[in-house]
């Protein structure tokens, strides 16, 4: 059983790891519209990608690919972790394609407080707790929980751990 959950473990890192760290373009939301040709009186402006990949993370088979230019870069954060999101044309073929690329480890300071309440093994609780995510490797998270839990019997409880966690889903 344990080898099972180890290899379903491994298999979610790797899909992970080739879905999200090597610079996947986004799911398209404008594939139905039509497209037209446009010709501009300039020439477009690219972004050096040599300079760029110094200071974002940007896929490196797009910096070493001389048919493809970043046209602009955007750096998003959410509590799943940081992306680098660049918008790139393929001068050969004209189509634009816009990717994200996330770091395979990161540093991260996501914190929550709230509060609870509801039925514990002691009868009704309430409390409150704090969680933090501190790290990120792939989708696995680590950081730390606490709560503070009182119980109706007049006992109080406390809980102070430290946490790793596998995250999936969108």
């Not at 200071?55 to 046209?71: F, H, M, Q, R, T």
């Amino acid at each position: 059983m344990q080898v099972l959950i180890i290899l379903i473990l491994s298999w979610s890192l790797v899909k992970s790891c080739k879905r999200s760290y090597t610079g996947t373009p986004l799911v398209s939301v404008d594939s139905s519209v039509e497209k037209h040709d446009i010709v501009a009186q300039k020439p477009i402006q690219a972004l050096n990608k040599k300079k760029l990949s110094k200071v974002a993370n940007i896929p490196s088979a797009i910096v070493k690919d001389g048919k493809k230019e970043i046209l602009a870069t955007g750096h998003t954060s959410n509590d799943s972790g940081t992306s680098t999101i660049a918008a790139v044309l393929d001068t050969t073929t004209g189509q634009s394609t816009i990717i994200e690329k996330r770091p395979f480890s990161e540093l991260m300071n996501r914190h929550e407080v709230g509060v609870e309440y509801g039925m514990t093994d002691g009868g009704i609780g309430k409390g409150a707790y704090y969680n933090g995510t501190l790290v990120r490797t792939g989708n696995f998270y680590g950081g730390l929980s606490a709560e503070i839990l009182n119980l109706d019997r007049g006992e109080t409880r406390w809980d102070v751990m430290a946490r790793v966690g596998f995250r999936w889903g969108k």
